[in-house]
Each structure stands twice: as C-alpha cells, then as structure tokens.
C-alpha cells in the first residue's frame, strides 16, 4: 500500500471513530436487541391489536389486560403529554391504583405512514408491557423504534408526574 493510501484510510478510520465517540443516547433506556423477545421486529399476527392512534374505545381490546387493583383502592386515569417524535406524536394514558400502574394505554402513537403503523403495531404492547413491569418510565428502547420508545417514555413520565409517582 503506498503512503498516500495508507495516509487516506487512517484519516478514515479515525473519522469513523470520531463519530462513533460523539454519538450520543437517551440516558436510562437502553437497547433491546432484536430477536430478545419474540415479538420485537415482526409483524403481528393477524388478529392483533391496531395501533391506537386516537383515544381507546370504552372496552379493552383483545389480549389487553385488565386493569387489576386491591379492593377497596380507587383508580385515577392520567393522561400525559403529547410528545412530538420525527416520525409523529406519542401520548400514554395511565391508570393507577395507589402507587401502582395497572394499565398503561398508548392515546396516540405515530401513524402517518404504513411503516409508521407497522412499527406502532409491535413497539405499542412492548412498551406497554416494559412500563407495566418496570413500574415507572425507565422502560427499554424497542429495536427499530427508538424514536416511539423515547416519546413514550417522556409521555409515560410526565403522566407519573402528574399522578404524583416517584420514578
């Protein structure tokens, strides 16, 4: 190799390593990778929830779960806000039964193009099921739908704020 190349491709690697050193995240998500559940990156199979654009209907849409509380404590709903992602808005509503969340429904997620609501499609229950388990908004990034996952955490954050739920 003569100089002149071998100049070229250290100045190259040193870019790609410059970028790579600048790349930043959203602190306290982090990435599941594909193929870690057996639903992240496929498309649903049929009879599957439609994404929720808009506000739920009354009744619980199949393979949802019931909201679920202790006799005798009384649920509040709280919506978040509206946060705006590249791709389109996320907002979460949540229902809580003293300190727990016991149901967490995506109000909007984005939906203006088919890629959009194939990815609203299967990210919606991930991060529905993530915030459920985790029990506040330090939920896991949904390969291949970052930008959903971090509106939904901020949505979902601001909905525990307002319900008065530490973190």
């Known amino acids: 190799m003569n100089r002149t190349r071998l100049a070229a491709v250290i100045i190259a690697t040193l870019g790609v390593l410059a970028l790579l050193a600048s790349f930043h995240t959203t602190p306290g998500t982090t990435t599941r990778a594909a193929g870690a559940s057996g639903r992240v990156g496929v498309t649903p199979a049929a009879g599957a929830a439609p994404p929720q654009s808009t506000t739920p209907p009354a009744t619980a849409s199949p393979g949802s779960q019931p909201p679920s509380s202790a006799p005798g404590t009384a649920q509040r709903t709280v919506d978040g806000d509206t946060v705006s992602t590249q791709y389109g808005d996320v ?37 529905r099921q993530e915030a459920l388990q985790a029990q506040s908004a330090n939920i896991d990034t949904v390969s291949g739908a970052t930008y959903t996952s971090d509106g939904y955490a901020q949505s979902l954050q601001s909905a525990l704020d307002r319900a008065g739920l530490k973190a």
């Open 91 to 127: 907002q979460v509503r949540i229902v809580v039964s003293g300190s727990r969340i016991v149901d967490v429904q995506a109000l909007t997620l984005p939906s203006d193009r088919s890629r959009s609501v194939r990815i609203s499609d299967y990210a919606g229950p991930e991060l």
